[in-house]
């Protein structure tokens, strides 16, 4: 291997390094938004040499963005955040914030390394955290925790220890323990240092929170009875083992919780270190064959996410890659894992709005977004040199059905486009029925939302309204040809082909039907 090659591997090897890919996740409310402004600013402040200055609120903080990002300092693409802190690249991946548990976020969790979630101190776990916990502990996802809203009243501390150990089954490893109930925070106790560090929201609300660190006699007499409890609550913790363990937050088997107040950027800081020190860098990710492609190996990645239409007068998509290996460079020619095509990356992006930023050059942990990719599908794999193929995307087993149909027949041609369109990009899964034919396709999603976003997407970018008509199925299960056959005595079920995978998809009522026909039939191969 010729020096340069070699000089280049150990140079990526140390970009992946100082990589941090994350999301932030939570239930609908409970700060994300707040949390994700709040952590880029405080990059940026603190990036900036001490450099605080006050600001009256946070209206700005988009468009500071795109100044940053013609600075250089920051860069936004609708799917990602990039910013740098203390000589690490963070990258803050965007996750759909709707009510509904959706594909997309599901998505979103494939490329990431490591995932925070926010709760509302005042509500503990919600339905949308129990799944998203859920979803990471499938796909082994570390997960930092952050009890956000303790400047607001709220659970007891312990108590939402507790909830996350028995409702989710993580053991909760506080890394910073608060003083003061919700409502009365007074700072955190560092559960690795001992040290207690004063809080504040700033006066004015300048970007950064006031801190001080204060000796334990300080705090003892300034905070009374409010320092007292913590102390009994940190023994307490000492006692049960509620220490942080790399292997086991590693293995997603726990979690460290820190404490916070992301509006008034309480405990905002802490994150940022904590995700510096102890969040994973980018590895070698699980291949189809089973062969190790090394973050420092020659490039590849997999599209996460497929967005359409983002430029009006030029019709085109957009695939947005997560980098698993080796250094891109735009105007490399990759190759497509699927159809063994060439691919050129001449016009590799990062995106903002409408506003693109070319972009040169990216390394494992980065996201690039592609144009003109409309041969590129979700899940795809990108590469350079020797082969390489990741496991396509799974697809969440669909609890929402509905037949579609156009209004108007002339729109026809368009309808067909808009369908195709909407499958490629994920934005809900399509199937076809024997019993309705190729005219009357049927949208499955997991979150009723997805519909939504597709009946407003196919009027508004395809003209084609159309009529949507609920089925009364909930629950599907893959099948094969055999059980097709079976099922076709049974009333009340249908077997439908996935158009993405040619999946064949039995749909029951309920449950419960399905394990009545499952029980008849010991042969039908059923798989949730
Ligand atoms: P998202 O839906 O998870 O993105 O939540 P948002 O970031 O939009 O926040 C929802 C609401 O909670 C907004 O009104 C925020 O101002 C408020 N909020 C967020 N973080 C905090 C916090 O730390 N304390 C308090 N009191 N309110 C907060």
Redesign the pocket.
């Known amino acids: 291997m010729s020096q340069n090659v070699l000089a280049s591997a150990a140079g990526v090897a140390v970009e992946a390094k100082r990589r941090r890919t994350f999301a932030v996740i ?1 239930h ?8 994700t402004e709040a952590l880029a600013l405080h990059a940026r402040v603190i990036g900036q040499a001490g450099a605080v200055h006050g600001k009256g609120d946070r209206k700005g903080v988009v468009s500071d963005w795109m100044a940053m990002e013609q600075e250089r300092g920051i860069s936004v693409t609708s799917a990602a955040l990039q910013f740098s802190y203390r000589d690490v690249v963070i990258n803050l991946l965007d996750t759909p ?1 709707h009510a509904d548990f959706s594909e997309d976020t599901y998505r979103v969790l494939t490329a990431v390394d490591s995932a925070v979630m926010l709760l509302d101190a005042a509500k503990g776990l919600e339905p949308q955290t129990l799944k998203l916990f859920e979803v990471c502990r499938q796909r082994n996802i570390p997960v930092m925790t952050f009890i ?2 303790w ?2 009243p709220g659970l007891d501390a312990l108590a939402l220890m507790d909830e996350i150990e028995q409702r989710i089954g993580l053991k909760p490893t506080p890394l910073t323990w608060p003083v003061g109930i919700a409502g009365h925070f007074r700072g955190v106790v560092d559960r690795r240092t001992g040290a207690f560090v004063r809080m504040e929201r700033a006066p004015g609300g300048a970007d950064l929170a006031v801190e001080e660190e204060m000796s334990a006699d300080e705090a003892a007499e300034r905070f009374g009875a409010d320092w007292t409890t913590a102390t009994e609550e940190l023994e307490l913790l000492e006692m049960t083992g509620a220490d942080f363990d790399e292997a086991e937050f590693l293995a997603a088997k726990s979690t460290p919780v820190l404490f916070g ?4 950027n309480l405990g905002v800081s802490q994150l940022l270190n904590i995700l510096v020190e102890l969040a994973p860098p980018p590895e070698a990710r699980p291949t189809v064959a089973g062969d190790d492609r090394p973050v420092e190996g020659a490039f590849s990645g997999f599209v996460f996410k497929i967005q359409a239409n983002m430029n009006r007068t030029h019709r085109d998509q957009l695939a947005f890659v997560r980098i698993n290996s080796g250094k891109f460079e735009r105007g490399m020619i990759v190759t497509h894992a699927g159809t063994g095509k060439p691919f050129a990356t001449k016009y590799a992006q990062q995106i903002f709005g409408q506003g693109r930023e070319t972009i040169d050059e990216a390394y494992p942990g980065d996201v690039v977004g592609l144009v003109n990719a409309t041969t590129l599908g979700i899940g795809d794999t990108l590469y350079v040199g020797t082969p390489v193929k990741y496991p396509a995307l799974p697809s969440f087993p669909p609890e929402h059905f509905a037949a579609v149909t156009a209004a108007d027949t002339s729109t026809y041609k368009r309808f067909r486009r808009g369908i195709e369109q909407l499958d490629g990009e994920g934005v809900v899964q399509v199937l076809r029925s024997e019993q309705r034919g190729d005219g009357v396709p049927v949208f499955a999603a997991v979150g009723p939302m997805q519909f939504e976003v597709a009946t407003h997407r196919l009027e508004a970018e395809f003209g084609v309204k159309v009529t949507l008509n609920h089925l009364p199925y909930e629950v599907a299960a893959r099948t094969d040809e055999a059980g097709r056959e079976i099922l076709r005595a049974e009333s009340n079920i249908e077997v439908m082909t996935r158009v993405r995978d040619g999946a064949l998809l039995a749909v029951f009522p309920h449950r419960w039907r399905m394990r009545t026909v499952a029980g008849r039939h010991p042969d039908l191969r059923l798989d949730a």
């Not at 609908?28 to 949390?35: E, L, N, R, V, Y």
């Open positions: 939570s609908p409310d409970a700060g994300k938004s707040t949390m914030g956000n809203k400047d607001r107040a992301a509006v008034a």
